[in-house]
């Protein structure tokens, strides 16, 4: 008896570097911030992101009066997810969110974009969103879109499995105090 199903194969484990996670990341200009809503449900939502520092952390800009800020203040946990559709590469942040309410940062964050939401850095309703992460997953496809359509296709011939680039994983130590707003 022949056996046509494809075996399963393990995803690789491959160890990414935080300047390749970096790199990435910072191609990114919006993301969904996932926090966990007062049900315990994960709840996403799009924002712009206002900076990727040099240590990882991702900032974004909110109304105080927002479900997120809540959320963030209940549970710190979040993740940050980015994707891009014409080569299929994506990033995934696992961490704690931290409110922060400062106007000096928020005027070195402030980007032009952000005047739809905010009437400028010293709004006292704009809120700071700092993500540390805990952990990072990223894959960057590093093949022409051709290129990864040839490798599907050989591999749906060959019932084997396509040779595509490996998902990255960082682990990054730094963690903030959760769900406090600070002044």
Request: charged letters at 30%.
């Amino acid at each position: 008896m022949r056996d046509d199903t494809k075996k399963p194969v393990a995803q690789q484990n491959t160890r990414g570097s935080r300047s390749e996670l970096r790199d990435l990341l910072s191609q990114f200009h919006t993301a969904m911030l996932v926090t966990i809503d007062d049900h315990g449900y994960p709840r996403a939502r799009p924002l712009a992101i206002a900076r990727v520092e040099s240590d990882d952390r991702v900032w974004f800009a909110t109304p105080e009066h927002t479900p997120k800020v809540a959320e963030i203040a209940a549970d710190a946990k979040v993740a940050v997810l980015c994707h891009r559709s014409r080569d299929e590469a994506w990033v995934s942040l696992s961490g704690t969110a931290r409110l922060i309410r400062d106007p000096a940062m928020a005027r070195w964050l402030w980007d032009a974009s952000m005047k739809a939401w905010f009437t400028g850095p010293d709004d006292p309703s704009l809120l700071l969103i700092e993500v540390r992460p805990k952990h990072a997953e990223y894959y960057d496809a590093q093949k022409p879109m051709m290129a990864r359509a040839l490798e599907m296709v050989k591999s749906i011939v060959s019932n084997e499995p396509p040779n595509m680039a490996a998902t990255k994983h960082v682990e990054i130590d730094r963690l903030s105090e959760p769900g406090r707003i600070s002044h």
